[in-house]
């Protein structure tokens, strides 16, 4: 077996074949998912910007314009394709998919450098197996663009022997990555940190100027309404404008602000760590099985190993205090970490040759835990929101653990079976003293007994691996401790299951049936059909996607957000002048306006002088599911 496996890694075409093979399963899906995904707010948000924003409608940042939520480029990239292209969702999603590709030779390119070339198919098919990142890398949003940055920033600083010029090209991105989505900032510090610390002084004040050049040149173009963006990580006596945070204005509330208890954003972390298992649960292996200091491969790896693991943690622990631990996007965790989940793959890539095989009983105990304590949080979070898994899963463990349940199995008393059998559950309900109806039929005892079918489930595969490493150890054909074996089998695991995780990972979805690009273009169409080039248009809907079709009206700037730049009360011209609005300015556009577009939510609040529009088209907003709708009011006096 080991030479035919030593044979197989010496065949030249082969590892290559096979990164070819994992890149095009990547497209594939890639496209799929660029097809069959309804759009967001975020998407519209960059995209009809971004648009406005190249043909110098407005500029970002300006006084009495549209709120400005993210960094400069994250709208005008793709607004710059799009002045190219052609605006619409279909350019913004092609872009996503170019992007998304790009991002994975980056990774591949980096992870072989470190590791070699099956290390390069190994973790291009781990991004290609994880169905719930290539879905946020495919729409036309800041994240797929963030991470491919970051992926041939790596490339070209990580590691040793890299040019002078690699690396300033590298830090070069490094800024540019900021000034596209503001919560990549302590990326800054961290690789020029590293460079000095990895290829010496002049490459470390090289990085330094390369690194700062495009976020001072930015931040003195769009001066001083950028520094909104960071003036909320800031106490409000340290804020450079007055105000701590850039989307609160005076006593103002958003009219969307969520409210969630402890027991949501429990499951808000479960969700990152189902979305990003693969990457969660390998970074935190190799924190269980970090190296002795004696048996790194060399000073390169280990350098780099570090630092991968220090930015890694830095930015998951940064993302995981804006989101779970203040209501700054609490259910956005998940996505957060597409930013840059890719680089606990390169830790592991960095790192795995060093891991500890030998360990102390404490920590074999504490992988064992952890292992219990990731199959614990996974079956909890999958019992309450089953929705995202393929094939309904989760529905499907479900109805076959409470058939099993309920199977008829012979039972003794005083020594004697008994003629009729009692269900499997009620046995052990009567052993243990449980209340079965409790456990079958209540929603509560319905989640015990799935987490404990799941736990026993993972004890069971527990079981077995250490029998196995009892036998390897009998006939000495193993050097590794049961601990190391457990950790290994709980990562490979989740890699081969991941593609099970596919499904929508936001309200709304997809629709398998329907080509989306193709829908909205329709949609679009109507609405030019009705709405003449010129007229002024109140916008009553959240996601301004539908607005690109539409380049010839007037919308009021601050509306372009739709609901998530609402605000309950405060100064009305205040509100106007930093992109927000409120009702009152609301009931003077709806008195304005030539033609009003409502969703389905505001049509049914509406009550700004009816009597004075007419509908005069309604149309459906997703082809799968009903009760989404778009409804057009015509002024008639």
């Known amino acids: 077996m080991q030479h035919l496996l030593r044979t197989i890694k010496t065949i030249p075409w082969l590892v290559d074949s096979l990164a070819l093979l994992g890149g095009i399963t990547y497209l594939v899906q890639s496209w799929t998912y660029a097809h069959i995904l309804t759009t967001m707010v975020d998407e519209g948000g960059y995209l009809y910007l971004g648009h406005l924003f190249a043909q110098g409608t407005y500029h970002p940042f300006q006084d009495y314009g549209p709120a400005t939520f993210y960094a400069p480029l994250a709208y005008l990239i793709p607004g710059s394709i799009q002045d190219w292209f052609g605006p619409g969702l279909q350019t913004g999603r092609f872009l996503a998919i170019v992007l998304g590709v790009l991002m994975l030779i980056g990774i591949w390119a980096t992870a072989r450098r470190l590791g070699g070339r099956w290390w390069g198919v190994a973790v291009v098919w781990a991004v290609a197996l994880n169905p719930m990142n290539i879905q946020v890398y495919s729409l036309a949003i800041s994240q797929v663009l963030t991470a491919c940055m970051l992926a041939w920033i790596l490339y070209f600083v990580l590691g040793d022997q890299r040019s002078f010029w690699h690396i300033v090209i590298g830090s070069f991105l490094c800024g540019l990555m900021v000034m596209t989505r503001q919560n990549m900032l302590p990326a800054v510090p961290l690789i020029i940190g590293y460079i000095f610390w990895q290829h010496g002084r002049k490459a470390g004040l090289g990085s330094t100027i390369a690194s700062i050049l495009p976020i001072a040149v930015l931040l003195l173009v769009y001066w001083p309404g950028i520094l909104d963006l960071w003036a909320i990580w800031l106490p409000g006596n340290l804020s450079f404008t007055g105000n701590p945070d850039p989307y609160q204005v005076g006593e103002t509330a958003s009219f969307l602000a969520p409210v969630i208890d402890f027991e949501a954003r429990m499951m808000v972390l479960l969700e990152g760590l189902r979305f990003n298992y693969i990457t969660l649960v390998g970074a935190l292996g190799t924190f269980l099985l970090w190296p002795h200091p004696k048996k790194w491969k060399g000073w390169e790896h280990k350098r780099s190993a570090i630092f991968l693991a220090i930015f890694y943690f830095s930015l998951l622990l940064a993302h995981g205090w804006a989101s779970l631990a203040n209501d700054f996007a609490p259910y956005a965790f998940a996505t957060y970490l597409s930013y840059f989940n890719f680089t606990a793959l390169l830790l592991i890539v960095a790192s795995f040759p060093a891991w500890e095989k030998s360990l102390s009983k404490f920590r074999s105990l504490s992988i064992v835990m952890f292992a219990l304590l990731v199959s614990i949080g996974l079956s909890y979070y999958i019992f309450n929101n089953n929705a995202g898994l393929n094939y309904d899963l989760v529905g499907m463990a479900r109805d076959s653990l409470f058939r099993i349940l309920r199977l008829p199995v012979p039972w003794m008393r005083d020594g004697q079976f008994l003629p009729d059998p009692v269900p499997l559950g009620g046995l052990l309900a009567n052993l243990f003293h449980l209340d079965l109806d409790y456990l079958l039929f209540d929603p509560q005892g319905q989640r015990v007994s799935f987490i404990a079918f799941n736990l026993f489930y993972t004890i069971l595969v527990l079981g077995i691996l250490y029998a196995g490493f009892r036998f390897l150890s009998r006939k000495r054909a193993g050097h590794f401790t049961y601990g190391y074996i457990v950790l290994i089998a709980t990562v490979a695991i989740g890699y081969l299951l991941s593609p099970l995780l596919e499904g929508a990972f936001y309200e709304r979805g997809y629709c398998r049936n329907s080509d989306l690009i193709q829908f909205y273009e329709a949609i679009?169409?109507?609405?030019?059909?009705?709405i003449p080039a010129g007229s002024q248009v109140y916008w009553g809907v959240d996601s301004p996607t539908l607005l690109l079709y539409l380049p010839d009206v007037a919308v009021y700037p601050a509306q372009i957000y739709g609901g998530y730049?609402?605000?309950?009360?405060?100064?009305?011209?205040?509100?106007?002048?930093r992109g927000f609005w409120n009702d009152e300015a609301a009931s003077q556009w709806a008195a304005e306006a030539d033609y009003i577009i409502l969703d389905e939510i505001s049509y049914a609040e509406w009550d700004f002088a009816t009597d004075q529009y007419g509908l005069?088209?309604?149309?459906?907003?997703?082809?799968?599911?009903?009760?989404?709708?778009l409804y057009v009011l015509q002024r008639v006096r």
């Open 565 to 577: 730049s609402r605000r309950t009360g405060g100064n009305t011209d205040e509100l106007l002048r």
């Open 616 to 629: 005069i088209l309604e149309l459906s907003t997703h082809p799968c599911q009903e009760g989404y709708s």
């Open 524 to 530: 679009g169409a109507d609405l030019s059909r009705v």
